[in-house]
């Protein structure tokens, strides 16, 4: 499975933006997809993760009220649309991808494709 992310960009505080991550390969749409995201000299964190169905999501409680994560399986695309942007959400961002819904869908370790990385820069 390839992932393909976009839509990161330079926006102030309190701005929306959307992210995209198109998948191609091997069904990528049958993955459960998260996104996770690395400031400069941290670790890279989770984000939001989403079942194959749609049905269920998880969020960081850092995000929690301001991202929602989506899916169009047709379309083999996973989003972020991220809203009321602080600038400590500033960071590369990443989406992933891995078999199973299970208590480790927060952990990185625990996906196997990664997607290359979009960057996102909230100005004060």
């Known amino acids: 499975v390839q992932l393909q992310a976009s839509g990161g960009g330079l926006v102030q505080a309190g701005d929306s933006l959307r992210l995209s991550c198109a998948g191609s390969g091997r069904s990528p749409s049958t993955y459960v997809m998260g996104w996770f995201r690395q400031a400069p000299g941290k670790e890279r964190e989770f984000v939001a993760a989403?079942?194959?169905?749609?049905?269920?999501?998880d969020y960081a409680d850092s995000v929690k009220g301001r991202f929602t994560i989506s899916r169009d399986n047709a379309k083999n695309t996973v989003y972020l649309q991220m809203d009321t942007l602080k600038p400590d959400d500033s960071a590369l961002y990443y989406c992933?991808?891995?078999?199973?819904?299970?208590?480790?869908?927060?952990?990185?370790?625990?996906?196997?494709?990664w997607g290359q990385g979009t960057l996102v820069t909230v100005s004060s």
């Open positions: 989403i079942s194959v169905s749609g049905t269920n999501t």
């Open positions: 992933a991808a891995r078999s199973y819904w299970t208590d480790t869908r927060n952990q990185p370790s625990r996906y196997v494709y």
